[in-house]
T-cell receptor, first 114, second 112 residues
Framework: AAGVIQSPRHLIKEKRETATLKCYPI?????VYWYQQGPGQDPQFLIS???????DKGSIPDRFSAQQFSDYHSELNMSSLELGDSALYFC?????????????FGEGSRLTVL | GNSVTQMEGPVTLSEEAFLTINCTYT??????LFWYVQYPGEGLQLLLK?????DKGSNKGFEATYRKETTSFHLEKGSVQVSDSAVYFC???????????FGKGTTLSVSS
């Protein structure tokens, strides 16, 4: 069965550079979520989209932005990268938001900022 | 807003031992509650859920009962296996019901 696809899986950037992470949800899933998990930390909710519109915003820094495209894939854009942005970024998808209660997660994109 | 407190790990057990991972939450109303598991090198996946108070969620030998009196949703398994070694996350929804809040995760290591 198709799963959530995230790319790239690993990314190394310098401070002050920009990075873009991509997420391809499971087919027919209309909701996408982004989470950030720092080393030894719990996954923190960043932002979500339902039917290509932002549905909720969590602890996403102003330096970050995201959108969901017409094919439902989503991109997380991170600018002016800081060392503290080094983390595992998870994307998850679901149908009809949290109605079914189950989020399907990708394997994550690991960002390292040097 | 809603929040979750989860037992800190790591938890180290021998095969066939009994497992309990504590989780307590604060929430408005009685939302559905979830346990997610993260196996090494993989993304999080749903382990079990309970949709209302007093419900018991179960899967793969794991169980958790939604107890509104104690606002708890402890994860239990009667006999763990080496293959259960993973990180376990308790996850209620946020107050708006638009995303899940994850606890800090409890690392379980089972040895044979």
């Amino acid at each position: 069965a198709a799963g959530v696809i995230q790319s790239p899986r690993h990314l190394i950037k310098e401070k002050r550079e920009t990075a873009t992470l991509k997420c391809y949800p499971i087919p027919r899933h209309d909701t996408v979520y982004w989470y950030q998990q720092g080393p030894g930390q719990d996954p923190q909710f960043l932002i979500s989209f339902y039917e290509k519109m932002q549905s909720d915003k969590g602890s996403i820094p102003d330096r970050f932005s995201a959108q969901q495209f017409s094919d439902y894939h989503s991109e997380l854009n991170m600018s002016s990268l800081e060392l503290g942005d080094s983390a595992l970024y998870f994307c998850a998808s679901s149908r009809r938001g949290l109605d079914t209660g189950e989020l399907f997660f990708g394997e994550g994109s690991r960002l390292t900022v040097l | 807003g809603n929040s979750v407190t989860q037992m800190e790990g790591p938890v180290t057990l021998s095969e066939e031992a009994f497992l309990t991972i504590n989780c307590t939450y604060t929430a408005t109303g009685y939302p559905s509650l979830f346990w997610y598991v993260q196996y090494p090198g993989e993304g999080l996946q749903l382990l079990l859920k309970a949709t209302k108070a007093d419900d018991k969620g179960s899967n793969k030998g794991f169980e958790a009962t939604y107890r509104k009196e104690t606002t708890s949703f402890h994860l239990e398994k009667g006999s763990v296996q080496v293959s259960d070694s993973a990180v376990y996350f308790c996850a209620p929804p946020n107050q708006a019901g638009t995303a899940l809040i994850f606890g800090k995760g409890t690392t379980l290591s089972v040895s044979s």
